[in-house]
């Protein structure tokens, strides 16, 4: 069995300790979610896993032959190459071989009469074939394809940055690692995509380490979860689901403790109090122990909820009103006549294809990008806040505190009362500590968090978020969902987080592509449901045409060889479709089982055994009914 081993791994930033004296072990197939506040280490503990942090210190144990693929969140790749050539550009093995082989091909091509040319060409052949590396090409197309990249050889430079990012996932992915580690996977993936990802990942042999905001994502795939906390890492059991129960346990099971600990501090700081002396061996071991509980007591730290509790203006009738509104962007349709009434107090999700115009429709709506035809009225009362993809640009040197006081020294709560700026970034997970740093010492994710806090410390009324579970810590995202609960204005939200939406949205408009927006009523989650049961009517549909079809093709091309069916190939034939819906319900029994095994990896291989045996059965009577109907008269 492949492991990896960790010893007193300790990082630091500048004055802040991350993460100090971790030890733990990584075994095959464990799928570990590793989550934690912004701020808190998780990208710098993958980081130093994967060894492209060499300032930490500790020890990694693996074997010699142990292999680790990372996909970061920004990932490195050579802007001059095509897509397929930057996926092959890693320095796998794989990688390696095809590429030599190519090299050979050309040259014993060149030099068909060499000896030397010829020995190397088969040399790596068979490297290719001990390798099984020729499917390799063909895997990157199809994960390729999967994640919504059809053209292989567009070039890198050419890209966007969430299209750079699944070029990268896609690179990791064919390098088949024993330790996968994946930095927000899910960010800039449809939900088609996401479904794939979590299929494939679910088979993957190896173990998985992953950071990610999307809790069904980390429900359906890890077995276990790892929370980096206050420089600690704590280890749970199961899925986000049962990390909630068992951290609430611990944290009560320490509050408990320590309330223990301070009462008895309590009782001997009184005995100590009334002078005791060291007369005796006992009473010198007493005061040891109250030394040593002096220390230790008050020490404990949980991390509080970030407490986002704003008012707003007066939101009148009068929203968002969009009327005929066309839009092209680069040749392509983004709106096309759109009309949409949007009114106080509604929750509107917004998902689809990427590059389908989400992200520019909200540009529309914050004046920041013109319409070619029609109008968008914005009602008196609206006061607009936008939670943008990218952070606005904030000056390094300035101070954290500084950053906010340029929109006020305080705000007001929804109860009238006065919040000043420091009380509001300690409800945001910034101790005191922390308001005079310069804001180049945050992380990545702290910024947003900032960022965050000052748009809501402007009180709008009308509440733009694109993307947001993109860059917030869960911890966040759960507060701001609860804060959108009690809003009372008007929420549109772009997202492809199927569990921020069903928790923020009632209404949603599906970007299709091509101008095309489908709007549903109701959660996220049954519309995708829904639509995946479109989709299968819609495919059997086109089968039993083309089957149709097909019958009517040979019908008079050929004719019929056969003129009837006998009577037991009819009474074959009229138990067929009944038996094909009976294998079929079958699988779709045991598929639905399978997302509710969680880490139970023997009894997930035990059923898609099944579903995998029942297909086949399913395929070969599908096939004797196409060949038993060209017969029915």
Known sequence: MQTLRAEALTKTYGEKTLFKDLDFIINEQDR??????????????????????????????TSKTYTIGYLKQQPELNEDLTILEAVFAGSQDVFNTIRRYEQTLENYSNHPDDPKAERQYLDAEAKMNEEDAWNAESDVKTILTQLKIDDVNQVVSTLSGGQKRRVGLAQVLIQSPDLLIL?????????????????????????????????????????????LSFGELFEYTGNYQDYLAQKAERVDLEVAAEHKKQKLYKQELAWMKKGAKARTTKQQ??????????????????????????????????????????????????????????????????????????????????????????????????????????????????????????????????????????????????????????IRKLSGGEKRRLYLLKLLMQQ???????????????????????????????????????????KVASRLLIFNGNGKIESYVGLFTDYLRKSADTQKVEK?????????????????????????????????????????????????????????????????????????????QSDEKIARWEYLSEYVE
């Open 285 to 438: 071991a007493r005061i040891n122990r109250f030394n040593d509980l002096k220390e230790n007591v008050g020490n404990l730290q949980t991390e509080e909820d970030v407490d986002i509790n704003l008012g707003q203006q007066r939101l009148g009738k009068k929203v968002i009103e969009i009327e005929d509104a066309s839009l092209n962007l680069n040749n392509k349709i983004i709106l096309s006549h759109f009309s949409e009434l949007i009114q106080r107090n509604e929750r509107i999700g917004i998902s689809g294809e990427n590059g389908a115009g989400k992200s520019s429709l909200l540009n529309v709506i914050a004046d920041k990008l013109p319409l070619d035809s029609g109008t968008i009225e914005i009602g008196e009362t609206v006061k607009m806040a936008y939670y943008t993809q990218q952070t606005e640009p904030i000056p390094d040197d300035k101070r954290v505190i500084n950053y906010l006081t340029d929109v006020g020294e305080h705000v007001t709560d929804n109860t009238g009362n006065k919040i000043s700026v420091t009380d509001l970034l300690e409800q945001f997970l910034f101790p005191k500590f922390m308001h005079g740093t310069l």
């Open 540 to 616: 059997k549909k086109n089968h039993e045409q083309h089957l149709t079809e097909k019958k009517q093709e040979k019908d008079t091309s050929e004719g019929k060889a056969k003129k009837k069916l006998t009577y037991a190939e009819e009474i074959e034939y009229n138990d067929l479709e009944k038996e094909i819906d009976e294998l079929d319900g079958q699988i779709s029994e045991l598929k639905e089982e399978m997302t509710h095994l969680g880490n139970d990896y023997d009894k997930l291989a035990d059923t898609q055994v099944k579903i995998d045996e029942l297909t086949r």
């Open 32 to 61: 570990i979610g590793l989550i934690g506040t912004n701020g808190s280490g998780k990208s710098s503990l993958l980081n130093v896993l994967s060894q492209e942090d060499i300032d930490s210190t500790g020890g990694i144990v």
């Open 183 to 227: 930095d927000e996977p899910t960010n800039h993936l449809d939900f088609d995509s996401i479904e794939w990802l979590q299929e494939y990942l679910a088979k993957y042999k190896g173990a998985l380490l992953f950071v990610t905001h999307d809790r069904y994502f980390l429900d359906q795939i890890a077995n276990k979860i790892w929370e």
């Open 460 to 502: 709008p009324n009308v509440l733009l978020l694109d993307e947001p579970t993109n860059d917030l810590d869960i911890s966040t995202l759960t507060v701001l969902e609860d804060y959108i609960a009690h809003f009372s204005g008007t929420v549109i939200t772009v997202s492809h987080d199927r569990y921020f939406l069903d």
